[in-house]
Structure formats: C-alpha cells, structure tokens
Nanobody, 116 residues
C-alpha cells in the first residue's frame, strides 16, 4: 500500500515560516517526482513546487524566492520550507508522488493558515 503522510501545517503570522514534511512508503521513493500542491476555498488546486529524481525544481511564480522544496531520499521524505508567508498562502497543502503528469499518489493534506 502506498502512503503519503503530510505534517507540519498550522497557524502562523504573516511573515512567519513553516516547514511541511511528506513521508512516503510503498514506493521506490528515489525515482519519483515529488510535488506540493495547494487548494484554497473556491480555488483550483495548483502546483506550488516540484522536484524530480534528479533534483530539478520548479515553483509557481507567486512563491519564488520564498519557498524551497527539497528531498531526503534516505528518509523517503520531501519537504517544503515556507518563509515570508502571506495570507494568500492559506490553503490545504497536499503532497504528490508521480512518474508522469497523469499518474501518481496523493497525501491527505495539511492545513496552513496565515493570519494575524
């Protein structure tokens, strides 16, 4: 059974930081492209950041310079370091593992709320 388990979400003030973790099991983690998506109420789910098996990264323009995605293959874990958080970053964040654009697995999601 494949499992992706996110953790690290919570409530943070604008300008603050959080680090999200996604621990994977049931896959050969090192060959998968890993991604973080988010979905806010009333909005489409969007890709925030991704990292390939060769550690090539991609970010949505709105988080460039603030968020960093990185992976630890020895721990089967991918992380999203989020700095300088804004209220517009408030969303449920989901971990994704895939070998193509049209296949893969999803985590259960973790809530991130940025509010004063």
């Amino acid at each position: 059974q494949v499992q992706l388990v996110e953790s690290g979400g919570g409530l943070v003030q604008p300008g603050g930081s959080l680090r999200l973790s996604c621990a994977a099991s049931g896959i050969i983690f090192s060959i998968y492209t890993m991604g973080w998506y988010r979905q806010a109420p009333g909005k489409q789910r969007e890709l925030v950041a991704s990292i390939t098996s060769l550690r090539n990264t991609n970010y949505v323009d709105s988080v460039k310079g603030r968020f960093t995605i990185f992976r630890d293959d020895a721990k089967n874990t991918v992380y999203l370091q989020m700095n300088s958080l804004k209220p517009d970053d408030t969303a449920v964040y989901y971990c994704h593992a895939g070998l193509s654009a049209t296949s893969g697995y999803w985590g259960q999601g973790t809530q991130v709320t940025v509010s004063s």
